[in-house]
Nanobody, 127 residues
Framework: VQLVESGGGSVRAGGSLRPSCSPS????????MGWFRQAPGKEREGVAA?????????YYADSVKGRFTISPDNEKNTLYLQMNNLKPEDTAMYYC?????????????????????WGQGTQVTVS
């Protein structure tokens, strides 16, 4: 499975972006999909995750709750991350990831351990 992200960019604080992730294959490999980000000099952190089996079980980092929404479009085979009210501290490289198991607890869903499939990343810059 290959994950291809797009839709990053540069916006002013308060603006919105909607990166997308298109896996080359779906099914059991992408049972749990997540978005992670990494800013220069900082560790990679989980932003949001979703169990694609029901598309309702979602997880969010406290820092993005109420501002970001993760959602799949099964018809388009695409995962989106709607990001609203962006802040400069949201600036980072954003990565899509997938694992073939249940997402687990919030800590497991937003932890990079266990995610074996990663995209190349898309840059988000907020000024």
């Amino acid at each position: 499975v290959q994950l291809v992200e797009s839709g990053g960019g540069s916006v002013r604080a308060g603006g919105s972006l909607r990166p997308s992730c298109s896996p080359s294959g779906y099914g059991h490999i992408t049972k749990c999909m997540g978005w992670f980000r990494q800013a220069p000099g900082k560790e990679r952190e989980g932003v949001a995750a979703i169990y694609t089996g029901d598309a309702r079980t979602v997880y969010y980092a406290d820092s993005v709750k109420g501002r970001f929404t993760i959602s799949p479009d099964n018809e388009k085979n695409t995962l989106y991350l709607q990001m609203n009210n962006l802040k400069p501290e949201d600036t980072a490289m954003y990565y899509c990831a997938a694992k073939p198991v249940w997402c687990g607890t919030s800590m497991q869903a937003l932890g990079a351990v266990g995610f074996g499939y990663w995209g190349q990343g898309t840059q988000v810059t907020v000024s």
